[in-house]
């Protein structure tokens, strides 16, 4: 089946430090990419997505783009925040047409002022 | 806010007993998810539900069963509960039409504590 392979942190950064979690997936067809992220205490926000190979997603300064060539979905931020304190979560849909999500085991990344 | 409420926020009970989870999706949305996030199998897609049909299976023990009612909410029974079934419950909605493309909005989940 469908899998996602994220690094796992936990990763540490001063502020305006550059940003990459890597995320690489498993599938056939062709998967919907998605990155969501979880504040403590908090439920999963969808942060961007990508429905096609070659697409851009992008949101409060973050972005990914769907390489099919690499079956890469990496999350880059040139410049973190306290704020972006968080756990970020890579997930795919699209397994056989199904809309469940496929999700890697996360990243937790804390920035320090 | 995602516009999806889940009830309880925390739940502790002892095992072998039976709880009852509840998730209102967002308003005009027709699809519930139901996923389990736990220390060591991450987070899991359980079932799914689409107008009040299953659409949907994956990693969902037969003690643990769901439905969807006519008013699109949706309610997660775990019965004969174990220690192992301590988790945060998160259901999610999306819209109309649900196609894997589709965003799924999360709801801020429901913290079972099995004793």
């Known amino acids: 089946g469908n899998s996602v392979t994220q690094m796992e942190g936990p990763v540490t950064l001063s502020e305006e430090a550059f940003l990459t979690i890597n995320c690489t997936y498993t599938?056939?067809?062709?998967?919907?990419l998605f990155w969501y992220v979880q504040y403590p205490g908090e439920g999963l926000q969808l942060l961007l997505k990508?429905?096609?190979?070659?697409d851009k997603g992008s949101n409060k300064g973050f972005e990914a783009t769907y390489r099919k060539e690499t079956t890469s979905f990496h999350l880059e931020k040139g410049s973190v925040q306290v704020s972006d304190s968080a756990v970020y979560f890579c997930?795919?849909?699209?397994?056989?047409?199904?809309?469940?999500?496929?999700f890697g085991k996360g990243t937790k990344l804390t920035v320090n002022p | 806010d995602s516009g999806v409420t889940q009830t309880p926020k925390h739940l502790i009970t002892a095992t072998g007993q039976r709880v009852t989870l509840r998730c209102s999706p967002r308003?005009?949305?027709?699809?519930v998810y139901w996923y389990q996030q736990s220390l060591d199998q991450g987070l899991q897609f359980l079932i799914q539900?689409?107008?009040?049909?299953?659409?949907a299976k994956g990693n969902i023990l037969e003690r643990f069963s769901a439905q969807q009612f006519p008013d699109l909410h949706s309610e997660l029974n775990l019965s004969s509960l174990e220690l192992g079934d301590s988790a945060l419950y998160f259901c999610?909605?999306?819209?109309?039409?649900?196609?894997?493309?589709?965003?799924?909005?999360f709801g801020p989940g429901t913290r079972l504590t099995v004793l």
């Open positions: 999610a909605s999306s819209p109309p039409g649900s196609r894997w493309t589709d965003t799924q909005y």
């Open positions: 599938a056939t067809g062709y998967p919907s």
């Open positions: 990508a429905t096609k190979a070659d």
């Open positions: 997930a795919l849909s699209g397994e056989s047409g199904s809309e469940k999500l496929v």
């Open positions: 308003s005009g949305d027709l699809s």
């Open positions: 539900y689409y107008n009040g049909e299953e659409r």
